[in-house]
């Protein structure tokens, strides 16, 4: 995995709109392989993959880059803006809630 790995594969789940914008600090991204949560903390982003736990001192993950890119370009999100809201609804409502 290089530099230009990450880029094209971050294009690709941009391009697929599979980066879902919960707020302007916290998105879903749906990988290849799971759902990933992408937070910022303070000033940088984290993500909760293999990458960004273990590597992102080194350069962010694939995730973190389609985040960045979907940020940059709003229009992307419109296709998924519905399926954000129900998400949010489900994480917030009494029935969604698993623990305080
Ligand atoms: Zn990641």
Known sequence: M???YISEKA???HKNCRVILLSNVKALVIGDHD???VIKLSYR???NCQW????SHWT???HVVAVRKA???PASQAP???LAEIIHDALHSPNGRRSA
Do not use: I, P
């Open 60 to 62: 962010d993950c694939s």
């Open 2 to 4: 290089n530099r230009k």
């Open 11 to 13: 294009d690709r789940l």
């Open 80 to 82: 998924v803006a519905r």
């Open 52 to 55: 960004g736990r273990f590597k």
């Open 35 to 37: 759902t990933y949560d």
């Open 71 to 73: 940020l940059q370009d």
């Open 45 to 47: 982003w984290s993500c």
